[in-house]
């Protein structure tokens, strides 16, 4: 009963007319984030035609039920958060679903409901070999593997043994490096597995030698360590270095954000442990932990990990995050320079949205926090103004 789209139906309908209690609120963002909702149609009425009518009428019947002072057995902070999830979710489905309706059924051309052509990032790197040269990788191949020659995953050579090393130089470096607007994923020689994302560099050898396994990374990576032994029989440990941060590890999961453009970086652990060292000491994290180093040192706070590797799996979260965070990862991916008016609004965003979506998916999130901002897709730049009063 749940999960028929006739009930999914009438709880959107609930929602726009501001009858719906909190179960069902839940039930229908739960839905939203675990099931496919290609089935659910919402008509337009006559009278409806314009999508900045439909989003107004719906936006207006959320901001009245956040408004309503009645009596709830949950604090008012987490119903503020639920309703702001649910404006997000309801938003997506609604436009998605909506779009969809008007192209096939009222013959209206894309171009007329397209904000702006800024399209989302997707499979693009560049490797730089041993002796310099520099590899555009395909768009069409999510990664490559490095172990004996290199390779796409799908089996294709694109570059034989005998040319990664550097004759003067035993163990020579590779470089894989992703622009703004992209990704790629490459498994390391001792079958470690990196997914870097948008406007990211790893530095990483040919092949490892017997005592250690050394990588420098520059950006944001996903890391899946395995386990690797020397020839005595001992774990060879694996170190990541960035501008603030060295991670050593055995074999674990964890997620590493150090960019240049910002002032703090940041490791997430998912599973195992982790040795984290900075400019002033060492410490051990567990799965949940997340090591935030500035200039001033580190502090350690629990997060749901899962907020912060969800641009592996092509969402964003915005979950947990500052509104600052949540917009370079917006302009890393988008290719955006973001420009503050002014200072970063004191605003929470929840929820979360495809990495598939072209910018405007993206723009109406801003449209429900009551963000005022312009977007110029000439220069690239999305200016934020504060919130809207």
């Known amino acids: 009963m749940i999960h028929d789209p006739?009930?999914?139906?009438?709880?959107?309908?609930k929602f726009k007319n501001g009858s719906i209690d909190s179960y069902e609120l839940q039930v229908l963002i739960d839905w939203y984030n675990s099931h496919d909702d290609t089935l659910v149609t919402i008509p337009l009425s006559d009278d409806e035609k314009s999508h900045h009518q439909i989003k107004t009428r719906m936006l207006d019947g959320l901001l009245s039920k956040i408004q309503e002072d009645k009596p709830t057995p949950y604090p008012r902070s987490n119903i503020r958060k639920l309703y702001w999830a649910a404006a997000v979710a309801i938003?997506?489905?609604?436009?998605?679903?909506?779009?969809?309706?008007?192209?096939?059924?009222?013959?209206v051309e894309p171009a007329t409901l397209v904000r702006t052509t800024i399209e989302p990032g997707g499979n693009k790197a560049t490797l730089t070999l041993t002796d310099g040269r520099q590899i555009n990788l395909s768009t069409s191949q999510d990664g490559i593997i490095v172990n004996n020659g290199i390779t796409y995953g799908d089996g294709t050579t694109l570059q034989e043994n005998g040319l990664l090393d550097d004759a003067n130089d035993k163990v020579a470096k590779l470089v894989l490096q992703t622009?703004?607007?992209?990704?790629?994923?490459?498994?390391?020689?001792?079958g470690t597995l990196v997914w870097l994302n948008a406007a990211s560099k790893l530095t990483y050898p040919t092949h490892f030698t017997n005592e250690q396994r050394v990588v420098e990374l520059e950006g944001e990576a996903y890391f899946d360590v395995q386990s690797a032994y020397r020839n005595d029989g001992s774990k060879k440990p694996f170190k990541v270095i960035s501008s603030q941060q060295e991670i050593d590890v055995l074999g674990t999961q964890f997620n590493i954000s150090a960019y240049p453009d910002q002032t703090s970086s940041k490791t997430t652990l998912i599973e195992g442990k982790i040795a984290l060292t900075d400019q002033h000491k060492q410490m051990l994290l567990s799965p949940g932990d997340q090591a935030v180093t500035t200039?001033?040192?580190?502090r350690v706070q629990q997060v749901d990990a899962g907020n912060y590797v969800a641009w592996r799996d092509g969402k964003f979260s915005?979950?947990?995050?500052?509104?600052?965070?949540?917009?370079?990862?917006?302009?890393?991916?988008?290719?955006?320079?973001?420009v503050y008016e002014g200072q970063v609004p004191a605003v929470e965003l929840a929820g979360d949205a495809?990495?598939?979506?072209?910018?405007?998916?993206?723009l109406r999130v801003l449209d429900v926090a009551d963000?005022?901002?312009?977007?110029d897709p000439v220069q690239r730049k999305l200016i934020i103004k504060g919130k809207k009063i």
Do not use: A, C
């Open 354 to 362: 495809f990495r598939n979506q072209n910018i405007s998916l993206v």
């Open 371 to 375: 963000i005022n901002y312009s977007l």
């Open 91 to 107: 938003l997506i489905i609604f436009i998605g679903i909506w779009t969809n309706h008007v192209y096939v059924n009222k013959g």
């Open 179 to 190: 622009p703004r607007g992209g990704t790629y994923r490459v498994t390391l020689p001792d």
């Open 295 to 298: 200039h001033l040192g580190t």
């Open 318 to 338: 915005f979950d947990g995050k500052s509104f600052s965070d949540v917009m370079t990862e917006i302009g890393h991916w988008y290719d955006l320079t973001i």
């Open 6 to 13: 006739k009930y999914i139906e009438q709880l959107v309908y």
